[in-house]
């Protein structure tokens, strides 16, 4: 599977005669999977809206109490997370099924770039986390972290000192010290009450080095 898929939605229908693919795959879209799988009724809902087609495969059953909880870990474990979902007979979701969404929908409005550009890292975190790399921009770290949040935490493995490092939410900095490959990093408490908090970490681009020109 490419990595590009952390989530695949797994529509399970109840009957094909009122389900309506374009709603099904734009709301994939709107939440940040980019993969479903439901067999060829949805193909050409995904050729539209540039969502790939999976082969149809098992998922799991989840809830809103658990859905990102169970993304984040198997992420950590380098897994896709294929979830099933339920398209009644009149084409809705359930009440439970509806929730999973909502509760996807809100937290990868906030960090589903970070979660589904980062690859994992070799980067540590003395936490309970996991550190991603962006597989696109090299210079960017992502540190994934479980509530309750420490007020202090290290990350090892750095060659260097970052350029900046910040929450994701609200782009605060962080105060920070480096010393021996290892990033001290001082917490101070996020806006939202989110399961699981990301920062950035970022180090000096190229660019950064540049000198200014003048004429």
């Known amino acids: ?9 797994n529509f399970k229908l109840e009957s094909e005669q009122n389900a309506d693919a374009d709603f099904l795959v734009k709301t994939a879209r709107n939440v ?3 993969a479903v799988s439901g ?12 969502i790939f087609l999976a082969d149809e495969q098992n998922g799991v059953e989840l809830t809103k109490d658990n859905v990102i909880d169970t993304l984040v870990q198997n992420r950590k474990n380098g897994k896709t997370t294929v979830i099933n979902l339920t398209v009644n ?17 809100k937290w990868m409005h906030m960090f589903g770039h970070a979660f589904n550009e980062g690859k994992l890292s070799d980067l540590t975190v003395d936490q309970d986390g996991l550190v991603l790399k962006n597989r696109h921009a090299n210079y960017q770290k992502y540190v994934f972290l479980k509530s309750p949040l420490p007020e202090k935490i290290v990350v090892s493995g750095l060659e260097k000192a970052p350029n900046r490092v910040e929450w994701i939410e609200n782009r605060i900095d962080l105060d920070f ?25 970022q180090a000096h681009r190229p660019e950064d080095y540049l000198a200014e020109t003048k004429f």
């Open 39 to 50: 067999g060829d009724f949805l193909k050409e809902a995904c050729a539209k809206y540039t």
């Open 89 to 105: 007979a009149d084409g809705k979701f359930n009440a439970n099924d509806q929730a999973v969404l909502d509760q996807i929908n």
């Open 32 to 34: 940040g999977a980019r």
């Open 177 to 201: 010290s480096f010393a021996q490959n290892k990033l001290s990093i001082n917490l101070v408490k996020p806006d939202d009450e989110f399961e699981w908090q990301v920062l950035r970490i």
């Open 1 to 9: 599977m490419n990595p590009d898929f952390a989530i695949v939605l």
